[in-house]
């Protein structure tokens, strides 16, 4: 099984909440994300919001004014956790990466198959999201859309993938 990475998208919340609820939700079927805002009113926003998931990217434009995004990721060791909806990933500090200017460190990144992100209404097999979070609070989410390429197994995720 091989995914290749098609697309790379950042989002970028000056500070955003979580909603907590026991309203049973998932990632596909009629509790997944189409439905999520209407499971529990904690959720509305997944409705009604602009900068919450799920996210359908239609009007994208490539703004070349701002700088590329700098990447300073380090190896090391994880802690891997099954939430009970998709593995987190935690990762030690160190990583971050550099954004408008603003230093936004690497917490942790987590799967989501399918993606939660649609571009234009697609969804691709599988997304990992990296949480980053500046030291004022503000986080700097990327997302990498991932599609799956039978022809070309990726050895290293087909070991793992039984295991996840």
């Not at 409705?47 to 990721?73: C, W």
Request: charged share 20%; aromatic share 10%; with cysteine.
């Amino acid at each position: 099984m091989r995914f290749l990475a098609i697309t790379a998208l950042m989002l970028v919340c000056a500070g955003f909440g979580v909603a907590q609820s026991n309203a049973n939700w998932s990632y596909t079927g009629r509790y997944g994300p189409a439905r999520w805002g209407y499971l529990d009113p904690a959720y509305k926003t997944c409705t009604s919001g602009r900068e919450q998931s799920p996210v359908d990217i239609r009007r994208a434009f490539l703004n070349k004014s701002l700088q590329p995004i700098e990447f300073h990721y380090l190896t090391g060791p994880v802690t891997m956790e099954n939430d009970g909806h998709t593995i987190v990933v935690h990762v030690g500090p160190g990583s971050y990466i550099v954004a408008n200017g603003v230093r936004y460190d690497l917490i942790q990144f987590d799967f989501h198959t399918p993606s939660e992100e649609e571009v234009k209404g697609d969804v691709s097999d599988m997304d990992v999201q990296f949480e980053h979070k500046s030291a004022d609070g503000k986080v700097a989410e990327i997302a990498v859309r991932l599609t799956e390429a039978q022809d070309f197994p990726n050895t290293t995720l087909a070991m793992l993938w039984p295991h996840l």
